[in-house]
Nanobody
Framework: QVQLVESGGGLVQAGGSLRLSCAAS????????MGWFRQAPGKEREFVAA????????YYTDSVKGRFTISRDNAKNTVYLQMNGLKPGDTAVYYC?????????????????WGQGTQVTVSS
């Protein structure tokens, strides 16, 4: 079992920044890739960013490239999402997921564990 707890969400004006954290416990953190997803009201959960087990490879959806940065600290069992240049369209509940598969996935169905989510609201 893996437990994931997100934090760092909040209300921010357009152009502002937030840093999300996801703390993991229960299994060896470096054994799984990690991803950030988001879900706006009435929409499906969508991929935002992912990072490989060692942190050497990162992946982003096109709409956040150049604005968001995913990173991880395996010594602290934590993955981060630094979000800069926030836009109202980034408003959603953000979830972190843990993927025990052999490759890094952009698909929510491939993730084995999820946190409870943290709300990010960007005002115009």
């Amino acid at each position: 079992q893996v437990q994931l707890v997100e934090s760092g969400g909040g209300l921010v004006q357009a152009g502002g920044s937030l840093r999300l954290s996801c703390a993991a416990s229960g299994r060896t953190f470096s054994a799984y890739a990690m991803g950030w997803f988001r879900q706006a009201p009435g929409k499906e959960r969508e991929f935002v960013a992912a990072i490989s087990r060692g942190g050497g490879s990162t992946y982003y959806t096109d709409s956040v490239k150049g604005r968001f940065t995913i990173s991880r600290d395996n010594a602290k069992n934590t993955v981060y999402l630094q979000m800069n240049g926030l836009k109202p369209g980034d408003t959603a509940v953000y979830y972190c997921g843990a993927d025990l598969g052999l490759s890094v996935s952009r698909h929510p169905r491939n993730y084995d564990y999820w946190g409870q989510g943290t709300q990010v609201t960007v005002s115009s």
